[in-house]
Nanobody
Framework: QVQLVETGGGLVQAGDSLRLSCAAS????????MGWFRRAPGKEREFVAA???????????YYADSVKGRFTISRDNAKNTVYLEMNSLKPEDTAVYYC???????????????????WGQGTQVTVSS
């Protein structure tokens, strides 16, 4: 069982930066593929970014086109924490952001929310214009 707690959301202006954190409890954190998803008002939940570690030395990341070049996902396995650094924020980034954990996923499944086993409660990010 894994519990996830997101922090770091808030109200910012367009162009600002924000860093979200997701702290995980439970064992074997480093083996999980970790993802960030978001749900904007009136829209479906969508994929934002994902990260996985091969257990040796290689980290894999994957981003939605809408955030590529602006957002960076990272993880600290020693702290059981995954981060989402968000730069050049836009009003359309306004959403509730969710952290998710999945048993090691194939690269092609990173964006598939149905492949993730555990979810956090979400943290609100609001970007004003």
């Amino acid at each position: 069982q894994v519990q996830l707690v997101e922090t770091g959301g808030g109200l910012v202006q367009a162009g600002d930066s924000l860093r979200l954190s997701c702290a995980a409890s439970g064992r074997f954190f480093s083996s999980y593929t970790m993802g960030w998803f978001r749900r904007a008002p009136g829209k479906e939940r969508e994929f934002v970014a994902a990260i996985a570690w091969n257990g040796v030395s290689t980290t894999y990341t994957y981003y939605a086109d809408s955030v590529k070049g602006r957002f960076t996902i990272s993880r600290d396995n020693a702290k059981n924490t995954v981060y989402l650094e968000m730069n050049s924020l836009k009003p359309e980034d306004t959403a509730v952001y969710y952290c998710a954990a999945g048993s090691p996923l194939y690269y092609g499944d990173y964006a598939n929310m149905n492949k993730y086993d555990y979810w956090g409660q979400g943290t609100q990010v609001t970007v004003s214009s």
